[in-house]
């Protein structure tokens, strides 16, 4: 892929700091969220979910359901079964059914569906619906469910939609959905022959995404076929899976997406769109199907984990060789989980340079809810591990964690694990810049009396997830006006001003003046989703190759027109000129997949794995009392390598915002289960994110001085990198505060108290 920054040049628009483009829509309330969107004659869906975490369906009785009045209908598997004989779906795996069929494999999984025009109604109507369960064994923890005889699918459907999960399979009459390996040099060797070994296992815990926006979908239909207004972030993936549920062509199925009031991974791929479409054609009327807060904790999750790794270190501190058994807790159905553990489980090993590695992956099916896409994609669950880890060794061998971390990082034109080269990853200069703003080398107050003080740095990086495929269209009318035609969904990240930013650069336009088209399959082109930190780096290149396509038909038609062609393209004008009013349109289209090398299945090797890396450093201080063991994070350091920052200001919120959802799952958030797999915190009263209070009292944000050289005018993605090192710095330091260690994920006071107070009998009798 050639180049297509050129460092140094001066830039009009990009690098410079501007407001979001629909911010004054947002403060004034005038937003376009589905959530507000109201239908003539809709009726409202409210959703009986299982009580059992796994158990076979052997009634389900709704006649006093349907008889109370304002009662419309209730819609169980049968009814879908009648109109759409194959019911499944999943990005990954045709796994989940619209409605459970006969068995069902979490508590909280939708088994029918009550149809009103009063919501209030349809919730009562619940409460009617009787059903009986054949209650099943269930399986729960990760580790266990990989080796356990309580299967919880019999049957395993690959979709094989998408290039990379193309040899997707899973391992039949098992829990194992994925298994992916890297291997490289020779692991056993470099262990036997090592100065030191260190094995540790870390855990992490399943928590929620909760945006703010609740998942809702409207479905109708049409003389053309069907609508679907839904909060998505993959319009169109949720075409393409609609459009084969039905056995439709796409031509029939519509979806369309506003402003989403946050997303995090929660709305990707297909989550209501496929019950909405199925209720719309059983009762012929549109249906509006919104989740409460509570029930999204139900829907979708992100992976909890458990991640064993070895490490081989020279008396030096050069790690040699390292082993990792990553086994995520993917719940009752893949969903895209599958590309979680493959794309983050071959960056287990970390971002350093070890000549011998042994990484196994594994996605494995549990009796809890879905797990999926979550912001960071499943490398906080890694960076977790190995920085906790480097932390350790560290220690161990009495060397200052920077200086470890300096002596063993990746450096430009180094091969990672995977055989890939690292290209344009700031590491060295992410970990430096922490380190500054840290003033690492000074000496630091430890606190006084029961107060104690410690200090951490993290750092971590992402693959982009590839290939994946982004189109754009560029519009000029015969008044000068500008429009953009992008199926990326804008969910608070700033997406429609980086894309007119982007646009504005090419055709000298001010950004401010391009209107940016949401998200609708019936006119914006494909876009795969928005996620993965993907969207700058993948639909910036198409809108700037879209701008590009039609600066160059511009100029082709100065030269038709015999106009000077040295003269800056100017759209009203050629298109008054060619047509002799103001009429016509000058389009330009630009599509965009980056190279890509799948991995090889034994060795899990590939040359060209990703097309960038994306970086992201934290350093923390925090005071902790020893005798509650109760902590605060009194300073957070965030730098973050986004290549070349199209907005400045945007990319600084982003880190800042990724680093506090981090730290909501590094210290507070945890989905609590009972022994029989149900939630016991499901709402914002019991499960506790970061407020305002939470924040540290010093909080800053940096970008590191960087460029993607393939990368749209030299940029890459940072809605994730904030995320990475946020957990296992804190975990640092507060071992560098007090000597305590903590090894799962969230870190809770109770257990720094039980730490200290255990060792306190032993501090006594050895001063005795």
Known sequence: MNSIDEPGLARAHVGKSRHRLESRAK????????????????????????????????????????????????????????????PYFGPAFHDQPILAIGKVRYVGEPVAVVLAQDPYVAEEALHSIQVEYDELLAVFDEEEAAKSEVIVHEVLKPAGTFPDLKHLAGQRDTNIALDFTVRKGDVESAFASADHVFEHTFRTQQVMHTPLEPMVTLAELTDAGM?????????????????????????????????????????????????AAALVLVVRRPVRV?????????????????????????????????????????????????????????????????????????????????????????????????????????????????????????????????????????????????????????????????????????????????????????????????????????????????????????????????????PDTDVTPYDMATLGSRSTFHMGHAVRLAAEDALAKMRALQTELGLPTAEKPNAAQLLVTRYGMQAGNIIGIGSFVPEYLSPDKQSGQSSNITPNWMVGATGVEVEVDTETGKFRVMRMLNVGDCGTAINPRIVKTQLSGAAIMQLGAALYEEMDFDENGQLRNASFAEYKIPGIHDVPQVFDTEIVDACQHNGPFGAKGVGESGTFGVASAIASAIEDAVGVRLYSMPLKYELVCQALHERQPAQSRKQS
């Not at 975490?53 to 009662?71: K, M, N, T, Y």
């Not at 049968?78 to 194959?86: H, K, S, T």
């Not at 084969?244 to 791929?269: D, H």
């Not at 086994?327 to 287990?348: E, H, L, M």
């Open 27 to 86: 403060v004034t309330g005038r937003a376009d969220y589905t959530h507000n969107l109201v239908l003539p004659g809709m009726l409202h869906a409210k959703i009986l979910r299982s009580t059992v975490a796994h158990g076979r369906i052997v009634s389900i009785d709704a006649s006093e359901a349907r008889q109370l009045p304002g009662v419309h209908a209730v819609v169980t598997a049968d009814d879908i079964l009648r109109l759409i004989p194959e």
């Open 227 to 275: 609508t679907l207004h839904t909060a998505s972030q993959s319009p169109s993936f949720v075409r393409l899976e609609i459009a084969r549920l039905l056995n439709w062509p796409e031509a029939k199925v519509r979806v369309r997406t506003g402003l989403l009031g946050g997303g995090f991974g929660a709305k990707l791929y297909i989550k209501l769109e496929a019950l």
């Open 290 to 518: 919104a989740l409460t807060m509570e029930e999204q904790f139900y829907t979708i999750t992100k992976h909890g984990t458990t991640f064993k790794i070895k490490t081989a270190v020279t008396g030096e501190g050069r790690i040699t060789a390292r082993r990792c058994e990553v086994w995520w807790n993917g719940g009752a159905y893949a969903d895209i989980g599958p590309r979680v553990t493959q794309k983050s489980g071959f960056t287990a090993a970390g971002p350093y340079d070890i000549e011998s590695v042994w990484i196994d992956s594994y996605q494995v099916y549990t009796n809890l809810p879905p797990a999926g896409a979550f912001r960071g994609f499943g490398i906080t669950q890694m960076v977790w591990a190995y920085e906790s880890q480097a932390d350790i060794i560290a220690r161990a061998l009495n060397i200052d964690p920077v200086q470890f971390r300096r002596l063993n990082l990746l450096r430009e034109g180094q091969p990672h694990a995977t055989g890939t080269v690292m290209k344009d990853a700031a590491l060295i200069q992410a970990l430096e810049r922490t380190a500054e703003l840290m003033k690492w080398n000074e000496p630091q107050a430890k606190g006084k009396g029961t107060l104690r003080r410690g200090r951490g740095i993290g750092i971590g990086f992402k693959a982009l997830v590839a290939p994946t495929t982004s189109m754009a269209m560029v519009n000029l009318s015969a008044d000068g006006s500008c429009f953009i035609y992008s199926s990326t969904v804008d969910m608070g990240q700033a997406s429609d001003t980086a894309m007119a930013i982007i646009a504005g650069e090419v055709l000298d336009i001010e950004p401010d003046a391009i209107r940016v088209i949401h």
